[in-house]
């Protein structure tokens, strides 16, 4: 029988006070801890570090060990012996909490995008970055907890093997932090993929494919960036072999010269990113019809993404080189590695920055085209919103992120040695920065069209002025040294071959007369759109 008094303060439990900080964690923890699940969690766990115990049995070192036991040689000492077993460890541990964290993240939100509760988790009166943090956290909880319990195998398999400790910390760090980096990439990945919704039991079709890259592309490339820098002097601890660092620069600067310099860039970097996702991440989860970023962030993106890849050109080994016959595609190589990725870079921030017809028709109902009263008028203030706005048309706006990707690689390629070279990339450039506002033009125009799915014709247009005009130059095997300038319009890199100045002269007067009279049809369709608003 209970004496107490009905007034007596409860005793607050530790589920209380996770759920007063943070009530979306507590959901997905009644949610994950389930018996059945925290038994199967464990059982793997367990199962894992066991199957590791019994194969290395095999192999434990002794005076009598036959060299070649059951197709393995036994370990010729046990600080080997458990050597092997921390490698293994440290090579498996990135692979299960990365494919795991991905894919529970992306199937869990799609799964509830498609089930129709994530609008009620969006009217919830916690910030945004509250709930998301609470999925990141509590969503992959079983893996946390699966990972967690290999760690004692970890540090013993590293006190028995002479592992320094600073290794051990610092894998751990940038572990934490490239989960986090991805796990909320994978966050941003599910808001966006609408269309799973569409396929039904199908729903996590998107979180396997982004395990996939996971598994075969990003978790590798987290292992070896680590190995070839900041655990360049560790390597041995990792692959059996000493293994020297890369002689990487970032703008003249030794990133890989010591530990800790590699330990900041790395981890600054990650952090840089992991900031812009999460602003990406509160922007769209209360409001998933609104642009990806907004123009002021995409500005911002695009300097940072922009001097992070130039900075890698500027090696002190390449400063002094010079051009000769055998020699001149070096700077023009990593010229047209920096123009494939900006293909990406402002492909994103096209379809990112476009809005569609609804929100132009806001714009010219309530923005600077406006005919009220309330809102001033002249070009000014138009030119302010065609930068500044999210609802006004893009191409302004992808103008001035070319300028900013393509300054300072103008002011790089002006200080080559060798002005033919120069003359070569030049021409690239100029032709590229044409091609994208081409492409922002006609994304813009299509998106503006009364058609049941623009942006699947916007896609369209774009492929086919990228990819036509090279499948037409392979089937009829022109060769684009001698045809170059129709290639302008849609394959632009080509051009670091030797062309004429004719069809140089061509390929730009071409594309310069579709931009203005793309422009001008862009013009007409918003005045009639004002003119019905009127």
Same mark, same amino acid.
């Given at each position: 029988m209970n004496n107490l008094p009905p007034n007596f303060p409860q005793q607050i439990t530790w589920l209380d006070r996770?759920?007063?900080?943070?009530?979306?964690?507590?959901?997905?923890?009644?949610?994950?801890?389930?018996?059945?699940n925290l038994i199967v969690a464990i059982s793997l766990s367990l199962l894992f570090q066991i199957l590791i115990l019994l194969f290395f049995s095999q192999r434990v070192p002794s005076d009598t060990c036959v060299q070649q036991l059951r197709g393995f040689g036994c370990a010729i000492s046990w600080e080997a012996w458990w050597l092997e077993q921390f490698r293994l460890i440290t090579w498996t541990e990135p692979f299960i909490l990365f494919l795991a964290g991905v894919y529970s993240l992306v199937a869990d939100l799609?799964?509830?995008?498609?089930?129709?509760?994530?609008?009620?988790?969006?009217?919830?009166?916690?910030?945004?970055?509250?709930?998301?943090?609470?999925?990141?956290?509590?969503?992959?909880?079983?893996?946390?907890?699966?990972?967690?319990?290999?760690?004692?195998?970890?540090?013993?398999?590293?006190?028995?093997?002479?592992?320094?400790?600073?290794?051990?910390l610092s894998f751990y760090v940038l572990l934490i932090c490239t989960a986090f980096l991805l796990f909320s990439i994978a966050m941003l990945i599910a808001l966006l993929s609408g269309w799973q919704a569409k396929f039904g039991t199908q729903v996590s079709a998107g979180a396997l494919v982004f395990a996939f890259l996971t598994f075969v592309w990003i978790t590798p490339a987290f292992m070896w960036w680590n190995i070839l820098t900041a655990w360049s002097s560790f390597s041995r601890f990792l692959v059996g072999g000493n293994i020297a660092s890369i002689q990487a620069e970032w703008w003249y600067l030794s990133i890989t010269s010591n530990a800790w310099t590699s330990h900041i860039f790395t981890i600054s970097n990650l952090a840089i990113v992991s900031f812009a996702?999460?602003? /990406? +991440?509160?922007?769209?989860?209360?409001?998933?019809?609104?642009?990806?970023? *907004?123009?002021?962030? %995409?500005? !911002?993106?695009?300097?940072?993404?922009?001097?992070?890849?130039?900075?890698?050109?500027?090696?002190?080994?390449?400063?002094?080189?010079?051009?000769?016959?055998?020699?001149?595609?070096?700077?023009? /190589? +990593?010229?047209?590695?920096?123009?494939?990725?900006?293909?990406?870079?402002? *492909?994103?921030?096209? %379809?990112? !920055?476009?809005?569609?017809?609804?929100?132009?028709?806001d714009w010219v109902r309530f923005g600077a085209l406006s005919t009220t009263e309330e809102h001033p008028k002249g070009w000014i203030y138009v030119l302010?919103?065609?930068?500044?706005?999210?609802?006004?048309?893009?191409?302004?706006?992808?103008?001035?992120?070319?300028?900013?990707?393509?300054?300072?690689?103008?002011?790089?390629?002006?200080?080559?040695?060798?002005?033919?070279?120069?003359?070569?990339?030049?021409i690239g450039l100029i032709s590229f920065a044409l091609s994208i506002v081409l492409a922002a033009l006609i994304t813009q125009l299509t998106l503006f069209l009364k058609t049941r799915n623009p942006s699947m014709w916007g896609t369209g247009a774009i492929a086919g002025l990228i990819f036509l005009p090279l499948l037409i130059m392979f089937s009829l095997s022109i060769n684009p040294s001698r045809y170059a300038g129709w290639l302008f319009l849609g394959f632009p890199w080509l051009m670091l071959t030797d062309v004429n100045p004719s069809d140089v002269i061509l390929g730009f007067t071409g594309q310069i007369f579709v931009i203005i009279a793309l422009t001008f049809q862009l013009t007409y369709q918003l005045q009639r759109a004002k003119m019905r608003e009127t």
């Open positions: 996770i759920g007063n900080w943070n009530p979306q964690l507590l959901r997905e923890i009644r949610g994950k801890l389930k018996l059945r799609s799964l509830e995008n498609y089930k129709g509760t994530l609008n009620f988790i969006r009217i919830s009166p916690r910030a945004s970055i509250n709930i998301l943090l609470g999925k990141l956290m509590g969503v992959p909880l079983l893996a946390y907890i699966g990972l967690g319990l290999v760690i004692p195998y970890h540090l013993v398999a590293a006190i028995g093997a002479k592992v320094p400790i600073a290794f051990l996702v999460w602003q /990406i +991440l509160q922007r769209r989860f209360h409001n998933p019809s609104i642009t990806l970023v *907004s123009k002021g962030q %995409s500005y !911002l993106l695009a300097a940072y993404i922009e001097m992070l890849m130039l900075g890698f050109c500027m090696q002190s080994s390449l400063r002094n080189q010079g051009f000769n016959e055998s020699n001149p595609p070096t700077f023009l /190589i +990593l010229l047209l590695l920096i123009m494939f990725a900006n293909v990406f870079v402002l *492909s994103a921030s096209i %379809s990112a !920055l476009s809005p569609h017809r609804q929100a132009l028709l302010r919103d065609l930068i500044w706005s999210d609802k006004s048309p893009a191409p302004i706006a992808i103008l001035i992120n070319l300028i900013i990707t393509q300054t300072p690689i103008l002011i790089w390629v002006n200080s080559w040695s060798n002005r033919p070279v120069t003359n070569k990339a030049l």
